[in-house]
């Protein structure tokens, strides 16, 4: 019997009208466009205005997108999983949340929480569910405030974060298209250089946590830059080299956008000439779980059937991982 692959149908992304630029920054901040370009590569980035707004009204856009679409009824989905860091609030979860903005009514839903990776990580967990040969229909979804908990006192970390949601179709496919192969790894002593402070149940929200600004990402650039700078590297190399990939086989490196200088590194160790790599950084900023949903979207019109991407992130946990997918549809 032909196993059974979990392949990409369609693809849909949202992002807030409203546009953060650098210069705009700068007046809130000691920083510089000059110096955000050098250092990371953004120019601007979407944020969510507006009271009573999350990562869910985010993901609802995408998945009302995603479904009209690809033609796809609310009612045919079976499953839902969201990555995110920055749910609407602790429980229930965002893709609950989601799941009844669209108007879902047969899926069950959770969230997955693996920061930067977790697209990633939630895109096999949904493969695994349609490789049962149970669910028919699977959305997964990469959805980020990071407006909610980005200091915008601090200039180490204001300049690189972006708010927005991107939403693929998982479907069941015998040919030799969908997710082929991955690799994801954990070191969670990472931890201490990228966390969040407080809001959790090692120290929950007090006048003393939001006094001392203790509800916004916490991170030592430098130490996360050099991790994620080899390992995200490293292990896009690793899932070329098992599955007998040369530069020449890859359509297109399909990164985590945080840093410019990391995304090029990257393309450099696996061989990639820059026009085989996705960047959109300076639009968006690190939207963190939608990073690659976000880029996948913009390049969908350029992507061609049996195309071989490979998918690769590094983020807090430290998680991080690569995935290798053969694209399964041209555009339109
Ligand atoms: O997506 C999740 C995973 N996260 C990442 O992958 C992020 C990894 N880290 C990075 O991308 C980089 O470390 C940053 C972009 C966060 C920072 O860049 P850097 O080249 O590592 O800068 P740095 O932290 O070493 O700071 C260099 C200098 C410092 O000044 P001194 O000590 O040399 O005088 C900082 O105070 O730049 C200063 N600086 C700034 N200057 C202007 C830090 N932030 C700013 C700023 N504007 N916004």
Not at 62 to 80: H, M, Q, R, Y
Not at 128 to 145: E, H, L, P, S
Not at 223 to 250: G, T, Y
Not at 268 to 292: D, F, H, S, W
Request: proline residues 4%; glycine residues 10%.
């Amino acid at each position: 019997m032909e196993e059974v692959r979990a392949v990409i149908t369609g693809i849909h992304a949202w992002v807030p009208e409203y546009r953060l630029t650098n210069h705009e920054l700068s007046k809130m901040v000691d920083t510089s466009d000059e110096w955000i370009m050098q250092r990371v590569g953004i120019k601007e980035r979407r944020i969510l205005k507006g009271e009573g707004l999350g990562s869910s009204d985010l993901g609802e856009k995408a998945v009302k997108g995603l479904l009209e679409k690809t033609n796809t009824s609310p009612d045919e989905i079976d499953l839902v999983i969201c990555a995110t860091i920055t749910p609407d609030m602790v429980f229930p979860a965002t893709a609950n949340i989601i799941s009844d903005k669209a108007g879902l009514k047969n899926a069950f839903s959770f969230d997955l929480g693996a920061a930067c990776s977790g697209f990633l990580f939630a895109l096999q967990t949904g493969a695994a569910y349609i490789q049962t040969g149970r669910f028919r229909k699977v959305i997964v979804i990469g959805a980020d405030k990071m407006s909610s908990i980005t200091d915008y006192t601090d200039r180490t970390t204001c300049p690189l974060f972006g708010d927005a949601a991107g939403a693929v179709l998982l479907e069941p496919g015998t040919g030799d298209y969908g997710i082929m192969d991955y690799i994801f790894r954990v070191d969670g002593s990472g931890r201490k250089f990228l966390h969040m402070k407080a809001g959790g149940s090692v120290k929950p929200a007090s006048h003393e946590t939001v006094n001392a600004r203790e509800h916004f990402v916490y991170q030592e650039g430098q130490s996360v830059f050099k991790f994620a700078v080899v390992n995200m590297a490293d292990i896009a190399v690793e899932i070329m080299e098992r599955n007998n990939l040369k530069p020449e086989d890859i359509a297109w490196l399909v990164p985590h956008q945080a840093n410019l200088r990391i995304i090029d590194a990257t393309g450099k160790r696996m061989g990639l000439p820059p026009e085989k790599v996705m960047v959109n950084i300076e639009n968006y900023g690190n939207t963190t779980a939608a990073t690659i949903p976000l880029c996948l979207w913009e390049y969908e019109k350029k992507l061609r059937k049996g195309d071989k991407l490979i998918l690769a992130a590094f983020g807090g946990g430290f998680t991080w991982g690569s995935l290798y997918l053969k694209w399964a549809y041209d555009p339109d």
